[in-house]
């Protein structure tokens, strides 16, 4: 049986330790799919303690736009996280937010069309002041639809407030 289920909230709001505790929860073998592209060392070492922090129990498969090349029918997966993720689409198709949204609204439906237990986590950028920046604008302007688009088709959604979990849907 399919189920989606969507934690958001904001940075270090306690997100992927939730998801990661939630997968875990749900499977002794669940997969870790990491859709973030290595910028810089210092991202790299953000990257590097969500490695750490998982065990040997975890199948990791990083992937930066394709997530329906995989078949996990039957799987628990965390997908962390969908802000990397429009991030990728964003920049590959020139901060255009209408073929972003288009695309990731069909890849999000092929890969979620498996019966599988699918966790994303989000961010909820949104949230914070108004960038003087016109690009961050615009995507924050696209990560807020896209979020309210995978809300709507997710069965549970969880908002993460200072390592506290609750619940919307």
């Given at each position: 049986?399919?189920?989606?289920i ?12 939730y998801?990661?505790?939630l ?25 590097q ?9 975890w ?11 995989h ?14 993720w ?13 073929a972003?949204?288009?695309?990731m ?17 989000t ?37 993460m407030?200072?390592g506290?979990?609750m619940?919307?849907?």
């Open positions: 049986m399919k189920k989606i969507l934690i958001t909230g904001g940075a270090r709001s306690g997100k992927s330790s998801a990661e505790q997968a875990l929860s749900l499977s002794p073998n669940p997969v870790y799919l990491a859709t973030a592209r290595v910028w810089d060392d210092e991202f790299r070492q953000r990257v303690k969500h490695q750490d922090r998982r065990g040997p129990e199948t990791n498969i990083e992937e930066e736009k394709a997530l329906s090349k078949n996990l029918t039957g799987r628990v997966v965390l997908i962390d996280c969908i802000t990397m429009c991030n990728n689409f964003f920049f590959d198709l020139n901060n255009d937010i209408d972003t949204l288009e695309a609204k069909k890849e999000f439906l092929a890969f979620t069309r498996s019966d599988a237990t699918y966790i994303f986590v961010n909820e950028i949104g949230m914070g002041g108004t960038s003087v920046n016109e690009v961050q604008r615009h995507f924050t302007d696209l990560q807020g639809w896209f979020n309210q688009f995978a809300a709507s088709q997710a069965h549970e959604v969880i908002f407030v200072s506290i979990p619940k919307i849907k």
